[in-house]
């Protein structure tokens, strides 16, 4: 399966949701790669005006021709639908999976079954097709749109095969916008590295290699000198063990038992899953975490001595197993109420909404030890800017939610899990905590809420985290 190459960010970076193009490059790339990309550009607006949808079905914008649901003569709302469906059928290939593999003793003949069944069922799917063609249908739409639109692709084969080819089409959508988001990094990390923040030594690792993906890095990462100037690294996507060449990776491949972080699963929903590993149960692995995790961060100083911490690691699962996102850390026993001392979203799902699932995770822990959480200090800029992206979302849903007369920051707090003076912080930053008559109030600006519920109606559901699904405890002796 050929890899994309994507440029890393810091794990703080936004994360809201978005779509990305190779319209968004500097004077830097070639001039023709600009035309094309603009004259792309112009050609969807002139289909969709206001630039919304997108052929994935999921971003709400698209600034490329590729992923104009109208090009494609489909509505916003039939590529959500398919998204969903496509999102829907991996959910139950997993499923049925699983199953499979809890029955060891028939495994094998249990997919052989499900093969041959499934092969009859898309032989009998590719059977039905309207074999009379709406040839007015046809004739009107050339004429009319010309090649401003995608030629009408209905009863020329069957449903089955249209999907297949709606997927690839989502597919090669999806890896544009990807591309654009690397060329976007490729420009960030430049600018980093002439301001000096980025070093270039003989020992710094410059790509890992990462199931499907090769990431370029950001920052040096203390691995073994003979690993670190190689300048690549071959990596396991599940253990996380690093290897030196593709061929030492594909014998390993070839013999890994491990389809998911060790430890317990303490949530799932759809294809997210949330384990907890224990940094003394499981030293290699949480330790090879910690150097994954420095090559995308600047800050990060712990390495080795992970055995005080657990490990919340976000996965997403497919038909080949738990795909690492992202994960956080925390301190089994803090004694300033930290719910979070390091935190990462990979780099191949920042700007998809996980890294703000993250962060609602960390305080979903919190609420359940009836404990008021907080990130640990100092945070970097990019940091500060994530959490206060979350804290003012929270904030703005308890005063659109809040019915009564008088309301306190203490009640806001303990209802939140949000520590107060993060609470304060967030409030002085929105303009709505004003003090007068020797009293603080706070202001509930319509507009700022009116705004919040405009975004989260557009966002939807998709990447949030929902309570019941966490079955979970917490440590004893934390």
């Known amino acids: 399966m050929p890899r994309r190459k994507k440029n890393a960010g810091s794990s703080s970076e936004g994360t809201e949701d978005s779509d990305f193009s190779a319209e968004h490059t500097d004077s830097s790339e070639s001039d023709t790669h600009t035309v094309r990309n603009t004259r792309l550009t112009r050609s969807s607006l002139r289909l969709s005006r206001n630039s919304q949808g997108h052929l994935t079905g999921k971003h709400e914008r698209h600034f490329s021709i590729s992923g104009c649901p109208l090009y494609h003569n489909l509505s916003a709302d039939e590529c959500k639908v398919k998204a969903s469906s496509r999102d829907k059928h991996v959910e139950e290939r997993t499923l049925s999976q699983r199953q499979d593999e809890n029955r060891h003793s028939a495994r094998q003949q249990a997919q052989a079954e499900r093969q041959l069944r499934y092969k009859e ?101 203390p691995y073994p000198e003979e690993y670190a100037r190689l300048g690549r690294l071959y990596m396991c996507e599940f253990c996380l063990k690093y290897m030196k060449s593709q061929t030492i990776l594909r014998r ?13 699963e303490i949530y799932r929903k ?115 800017i994530s959490y206060r992206s979350y804290w003012k979302e929270v904030l703005l849903r308890y005063l659109h939610n809040f019915q009564g007369k008088e309301i306190s920051i203490k009640e806001i707090s303990q209802e939140t899990a949000v520590n107060p003076v993060d609470i304060v912080s967030t409030l002085q930053s929105l303009q709505m905590l004003k003090y007068w008559k020797g009293k603080h109030l706070i202001l509930k600006r319509q507009d700022l809420i009116d705004d919040w519920k405009t975004k989260e109606g557009k966002r939807g559901s998709s990447k949030t985290i929902d309570p019941t699904a966490l079955k979970w405890s917490p440590p004893k002796g934390t």
């Open 121 to 221: 069922k898309v032989t009998e799917m590719r059977r039905k097709r309207n074999s009379v063609p709406q040839k007015d249908k046809y004739m009107e739409h050339r004429p009319s749109h010309g090649s401003s639109r995608e030629p009408l692709l209905e009863n020329i084969t069957s449903d089955y095969d249209l999907e297949l080819f709606r997927k690839a089409q989502a597919r090669a959508s999806d890896d544009l916008s990807l591309t654009g988001e690397k060329i976007i990094r490729n420009n960030k990390k430049e600018k980093l590295r002439l301001e000096g923040q980025v070093t270039e030594g003989g020992n710094m690792i410059k790509a890992i290699v990462f199931g499907r993906y090769e990431l370029d890095t950001w920052y040096h990462s």
């Open 252 to 264: 390993h491949m070839a013999k890994c038992v491990w389809k998911h972080p060790p430890g317990d």
């Open 270 to 384: 759809g294809p997210i899953s949330v384990f907890e590993v224990d940094g003394k149960k499981n030293k290699i692995y949480c330790q090879n975490l910690c150097l994954l995790a420095k090559l995308f961060l600047d800050h990060k100083t712990l390495y080795y001595d992970v055995e005080p911490f657990l490990f919340y690691v976000m996965t997403e699962a497919d038909n080949t197993g738990c795909h690492l996102v992202g994960y956080f850390s925390k301190e089994k026993n803090s004694f300033l109420n930290y719910n979070v001392s390091c935190i990462l979203t990979m780099p191949q799902y920042m700007r998809q909404g996980y890294g703000k699932m993250l962060i609602d995770f960390s305080y979903l822990l919190s609420k359940v030890e009836e404990k008021v959480g907080s990130p640990e200090r100092p945070l970097s800029d990019l940091g500060l």
